[in-house]
């Protein structure tokens, strides 16, 4: 199957007639969507494609991430011919729709080849590899790689390098495998020591004063459920005002307070303009106990990861935090 699905990207590289493409990963880009999406940018270029990956005005990616490209002067000054997504389940969660296309439908038609690592996929397109087993999306980027026989550079190595280790937490979390390991060994040399300090330190060591206001008081004024292992952030239109609370700030709050000890399940609700709630989620699910919070998203229409998914509810904070709890017990009766 792998090999099948890269045989078919080979012969679209191969066709001169194949150009003009846009690369679509999720909003609110992780290190993994920002470092699949460029690697496979960059790949592409390689082959003297004219290629961009697209992000809306509003998903920009955090600047902490300039090292793997220059996001600040992205421009997109042609019209795509061809649509490849990458670490993207669902088109609702796009990193953006380009002008051209004039609804998801539109652009749906249009997208040759998926990427992906997550359980659940529901983009339409006949080429399209899903592999769960895969720690982060750029892990099958780099297999792509390796497969066309495209060397690596220090700025593929750098993108490949931040998805593996920030989708992993440093090779924290339970979705680590051998391969991420192998693949983060193999990458090493190619990038200056220096830099690898330097993405280590922006993902894991280093935030801004503002964020760690936010984070505290995540922590501070938390909500605890079912005896404590459950633990809910809200911020909700006033909190946000007050703190100016950004999406940036307010990424990986969930993840701070599943450090607490006891917590087998954390969740950030975040207002966003249309009235609705984001929820960032976080568990300690270990590839086989624990609370899968990926079935929980999918209650409201999202999904993820079993230990990390997210997903947009309606309702008040309590209303929405009441139906969480009523999932999570099926999980914690166990």
Same mark, same amino acid.
Not at 60 to 65: D, E
């Given at each position: ?18 150009d003009n493409i846009y690369i679509l ?8 969507? *920002? ?10 270029? =390689? ?10 005005? !509003?998903? %920009? ?6 090292? &793997?490209?220059?996001?600040? +002067?992205? =421009? ?20 953006? #729709? ?42 099958? &980027? ?13 700025? =593929?190595?750098?993108? #490949? ?24 060994? /193999? ?15 922006? +993902? @894991? ?13 995540? *922590? ?5 459920? /079912?005896?404590?292992?459950?633990? @809910?952030?809200?911020?909700?239109? +006033?909190?946000? $005002? ?12 969930? =993840?701070?307070?599943?450090?607490? $000890?006891?917590? !087998? ?15 960032s989620a976080r568990s300690n699910y270990?590839?086989?106990?624990? #609370? ?14 079993k230990a990390a998914s997210g997903c ?6 309590? $209303?929405?935090?009441?139906?969480? #709890? %009523?999932?999570?017990? !099926?999980?914690?009766?166990?």
């Amino acid at each position: 199957m792998i090999k099948h699905f890269f045989e078919k990207v080979r012969s679209c590289l191969d066709d001169v007639t194949y150009d003009n493409i846009y690369i679509l990963t999720h909003g609110n880009p992780d290190g993994d969507a *920002v470092g699949s999406s460029f690697a496979l940018a960059h790949l592409f270029r =390689s082959f003297g494609k004219n290629t961009c990956v697209y992000f809306s005005e !509003k998903n %920009k990616p955090n600047k902490k991430f300039s090292y &793997i490209d220059d996001f600040e +002067n992205m =421009s997109y000054t042609f019209k795509p011919e061809h649509i490849v997504t990458t670490d993207l389940t669902d088109l609702n969660r796009a990193s953006g #729709i380009p002008e051209c296309f004039l609804d998801e439908a539109d652009l749906e038609k249009m997208i040759d080849f998926v990427f992906d690592h997550h359980e659940v996929n529901t983009i339409k397109c006949g080429n399209k590899l899903v592999f769960p087993d895969k720690g982060a999306c750029a892990e099958i &980027i780099y297999d792509l790689y390796k497969f066309l026989k495209v060397p690596f550079d220090e700025r =593929s190595a750098a993108a #490949i390098y931040t998805a593996v280790m920030t989708d992993t937490g440093a090779f924290r979390y339970s979705n680590t495998t051998p391969s991420a390991h192998l693949c983060a060994a /193999e990458l090493m040399p190619y990038i200056n020591p220096s830099l690898r300090s330097k993405i280590i330190s922006v +993902n @894991f060591e280093t935030k801004p004063k503002k964020k760690m206001i936010v984070e505290s008081e995540a *922590v501070t004024e938390a909500v605890f459920a /079912e005896n404590d292992t459950l633990a @809910f952030a809200v911020f909700d239109k +006033n909190r946000r $005002e007050r703190l100016n609370a950004t999406d940036d700030t307010l990424d990986g709050v969930s =993840s701070v307070l599943r450090q607490i $000890e006891g917590v !087998k399940a954390s969740f950030m609700l975040r207002y966003e303009p249309d009235g609705r709630y984001k929820v960032s989620a976080r568990s300690n699910y270990d590839g086989v106990t624990g #609370i899968d919070v990926s079935a929980i998203c999918e209650v409201f229409g999202g999904g993820g990861h079993k230990a990390a998914s997210g997903c947009t509810a309606s309702g008040t904070p309590d $209303e929405i935090i009441e139906r969480i #709890i %009523k999932e999570c017990k !099926k999980y914690l009766k166990e």
